[in-house]
């Protein structure tokens, strides 16, 4: 039986409601791609904007919820709050990107991905909203910067994965143009509403710099930490491990692209393939190899 | 020979080799449980595996010698690269920078070429270009002078981010280095109450001495209201000679550092209860004297009344109560006829010994003994380490948001000098759109002011 969190007083209600939002923003995104109404993505954004405010408001809720229980750590440590954060991540991402950018075709990405990590929050039974006192090896003001740092860089590789699936889609769907010009009028105008692939081609590279430098920022804020916590800056736990792996992939992303020149189909691959290395070391290691950072339950964990 | 093998010591493939052979061997660490002791190997895999694995060194990858020498590797492939590649950026930030000849003729995929032709004057229009490119860098005017050239570069220090940003990755390898040979990394658990000055590293459980010594003066673990742990707390002294130095609480995120040597909270237990609660009478005066003592087996203690000691002696009874094979002995007299009493709906037998006017009741009261885990490290030369990781984050965010962006401009005077005709050919270190598009908005705007 799943009983989703929408409890009132630690504010899940309200994640709920803007769950609500941005699935609707989702649907607007999407009904967009098909009818290529600029009206229609208007309003997507501005639902988007609107679960977004909400979702800042709940999280004011829950913090205070947690001050007023006696918890003086920010609610960003277990999976309920990091699934939420993240959902949060990506729609300031996207937020900011389309100010700058014209990417209302993004917006079907960054919204599907929004709100499956807030139904993922919502509805998977073990990630409960209740807020769980915080465990020692967390009590530490380094907790609050190495989640933010690590969490924008996060929300950037998602956008950069959205950025390349658009890309792709762009390129093969032109080449499909060339071909059978007549014939599909109507894909034709879905390219339309794309960006050029020129323009996605470097907002990809963008992105990942910004998720680049993010991730290191929070890989070094996460050493300092440990040392004043694990005895040492590097134990080798496998979510800093999998953290190193990523930024292995993106920093030969960066070196490919820098000293052979790739560009186009193949970056835009390295940016979908480099996410799932991103999904594997954000999920992946805490639900399949137990470690220092896993989201299990405080008591079963000896101290740290 | 010796450029082909520089060729390969510093090629990109190479580096993509390292670091892939790097980022997969770190995966399978992250799949093998690391460190662990060879009990605990031989009850996960099946011996043959076992040393399989162990003499791959599998089981302390991030030790072995192959993820040590490919991590030097990597940095003799860095440097060797960036010494490769120097002389070119010194060359495209401080000159001498290419002519425009030389640059047309290169046909770099990256440049755009631009031409006008106007009826302005050369001097004129140098004016005019400087206001969109800049201050030309250098400016050369042929001798019959109906020939000039201008050349403006943006950004070109930022050439040198890359290479502060290998290098701050070199000092990060060198500072982890560095420690790894001078630092450890150990464990070791103290009792309350006892002092100890040798700890075990982590990667081999090797015992090794410290150069002070620690006493567990207190352990005490604090919980909020539901019963979930709030902090581990260890108040620890430092001795040295025989002299406590100091004494401070310990707690995870808290550790204390003393010479160079950091004691962290790590981890708590209790050893298997030793102490039991003798409940020590005055048959003659009940209601006056009443005592709890906790004793171990095979100590002498006082009982406080006429200065008669006692002590607890194992004896091993198969089948029989953990509580049953202790005697209480007075004054090296044994006294063996005590009495078990079994009080109803407790499982606990009473066991009394009587000597004189002095009750002996063994109580149901264990003394356990707390022991604080703490993980002690050195880690030298972690500065360096922290050095580096500032300069790498500061040059990864000026490498990457700042684009080198080249322009030469030649004006040259045909049909006789009445007309000027510029060219202009733009090269950007970065293929961005976004420079392309803002080179063609530069260029019709000039269009716009010529006509």
Redesign the interface.
């Known amino acids: 039986m799943i009983s989703p969190n929408i409890s009132v007083l630690d504010g899940s209600l309200y994640f709920t409601v803007s769950l609500l939002f941005v699935f609707a923003s989702f649907i607007g995104y999407f009904i967009f791609l098909f009818t290529g109404s600029k009206m229609i993505s208007k309003i997507s954004f501005v639902i988007l904007i609107a679960g977004f405010i909400i979702q800042t408001a709940a999280f004011v809720i829950r913090w205070i919820y947690a001050y007023k229980i006696?918890i003086d750590t920010p609610p960003l440590v277990d999976l309920y709050d990091s699934m939420v954060f993240f959902a949060y991540v990506i729609e300031i991402g996207y937020i900011i990107l389309r100010i700058f950018y014209d990417f209302d075709a993004l917006g079907f990405i960054i919204t599907f991905i929004a709100s499956a990590a807030l139904a993922f929050a919502t509805f998977y039974p073990l990630a409960t909203s209740a807020i769980?006192?915080t465990?020692?090896?967390l009590?530490?003001y380094w907790l609050i910067y190495h989640i933010m740092t690590l969490f924008v860089a996060y929300g950037a590789f998602a956008a950069s994965f959205g950025l390349g699936i658009l890309y792709l889609i762009k390129t093969g769907k032109s080449k499909n143009k060339d071909i059978e010009n007549t014939k599909q009028k109507k894909q034709n105008r879905f390219l339309s509403l794309l960006p050029?692939s020129?323009?996605i081609?470097?907002s990809i590279?963008?992105v990942i710099?910004v998720g680049?430098?993010f991730l290191?920022?929070g890989i070094?804020i996460g050493?300092?930490w440990a040392?004043?916590?694990?005895?040492?800056?590097?134990s080798?736990d496998?979510k800093e491990?999998?953290s190193?792996?990523t930024w292995?992939?993106y920093?030969?992303f960066?070196?490919?692209r820098?000293?052979?020149?790739w560009?186009g189909k193949k970056m835009a691959w390295i940016a979908v393939i480099g996410f799932a290395v991103v999904i594997f070391c954000y999920l992946g290691?805490d639900l399949i190899?137990p470690g220092l950072h896993s989201y299990a339950t405080?008591?079963s964990t000896?101290?740290? | 020979m010796l450029s082909k093998l520089n060729k390969f010591i510093s090629s990109?493939k190479l580096?993509?080799f390292l670091?892939?052979t790097?980022?997969v061997l770190?995966?399978i660490?992250?799949?093998i449980n690391?460190g662990d002791t060879i009990k605990q190997y031989k009850t996960i895999f099946s011996p043959a595996a076992y040393h399989v694995l162990y003499w791959l060194g599998f089981l302390n990858i991030?030790d072995s010698w192959y993820f040590i020498a490919l991590t030097l590797l990597l940095i003799v492939n860095l440097i060797a690269a960036s010494i490769n590649m120097f002389p070119r950026t010194i060359k495209a930030v401080f000159g001498p920078y290419p002519s425009f000849q030389e640059v047309s003729e290169k046909k770099n995929?990256k440049a755009v070429y631009e031409a006008i032709e106007t009826k302005k004057k050369p001097e004129e229009l140098k004016e005019v270009i400087g206001k969109k490119f800049g201050e030309p860098l250098y400016e050369k005017i042929s001798e019959n002078s109906d020939k000039a050239e201008l050349y403006y570069s943006r950004n070109s220090i930022f050439r040198f981010s890359?290479y502060i940003a290998h290098i701050s990755v070199i000092i990060i390898i060198i500072g982890?280095l560095l420690n790894f040979k001078y630092g450890f990394?150990s464990y070791t658990n103290i009792k309350v109450g006892k002092k100890t000055n040798v700890t075990y590293l982590l990667k081999n459980n090797k015992p090794i001495k410290l150069p002070f010594t620690i006493r567990l003066d207190r352990y005490r673990t604090t919980y909020?209201?539901?019963g979930?742990?709030?902090?581990?707390i260890s108040t620890i002294s430092i001795i040295e000679e025989h002299i406590r130095i100091l004494t401070k609480n310990i707690?995870?995120?808290?550790?204390l550092t003393y010479k160079g040597i950091?004691i962290?909270?790590?981890?708590?237990g209790h050893y298997k209860p030793d102490k039991y609660g003798i409940l020590i009478v005055n048959l003659r005066h009940i209601k006056s004297f009443k005592k709890i003592i906790y004793a171990s087996a095979g100590k002498y203690y006082n009982s406080k009344i006429n200065n008669i000691k006692f002590m607890l002696i194992r004896v091993v009874r198969k089948g029989k109560m953990p509580y049953f094979p202790y005697i209480i002995k007075l004054n090296n007299k044994k006294i063996l006829n005590f009495r078990v009493i079994r009080v109803k709906n407790n499982n606990f037998p009473l066991i009394i010994a009587r000597y004189k006017n002095i009750g002996f009741i063994m109580t149901p009261q264990l003394k356990t003994y707390y022991y604080s885990g703490v993980?002690?490290?050195k880690?030298t030369y972690?500065s360096v380490?922290?050095i580096g990781?500032?300069i790498?984050?500061i040059s990864?965010?000026f490498s990457?948001?700042f684009n080198h962006e080249e322009t030469w401009v030649s004006l040259s005077g045909i049909n006789d000098a009445k007309k000027t005709k510029i060219e202009i050919i733009s090269i950007p270190k970065?293929?961005?759109?976004?420079f392309y598009k803002k080179f063609d908005k530069k260029i019709s705007e000039l269009k716009k002011y010529l006509h």
């Open positions: 006696g769980e006192p465990i020692p090896a009590q530490s050029e020129a323009v081609e470097e590279y963008k710099s680049l430098v290191t920022a070094v050493a300092a040392d004043s916590a694990w005895g040492g800056y590097w080798w496998p491990t999998w190193l792996i292995i992939a920093i030969l960066i070196h490919a820098f000293t052979k020149g560009g290691v190899i405080p008591s000896p101290i740290l | 990109v580096a993509v670091f892939i790097i980022a770190a995966m660490g992250t799949f690391q991030y995929p890359p982890v990394r909020y209201s539901d979930i742990p709030k902090a581990y707690e995870v995120n808290h550790p950091t962290y909270q790590a981890s708590y993980e002690i490290s880690n972690v380490v922290w990781c500032i790498l984050v990864l965010f990457f948001f970065k293929k961005f759109n976004s």
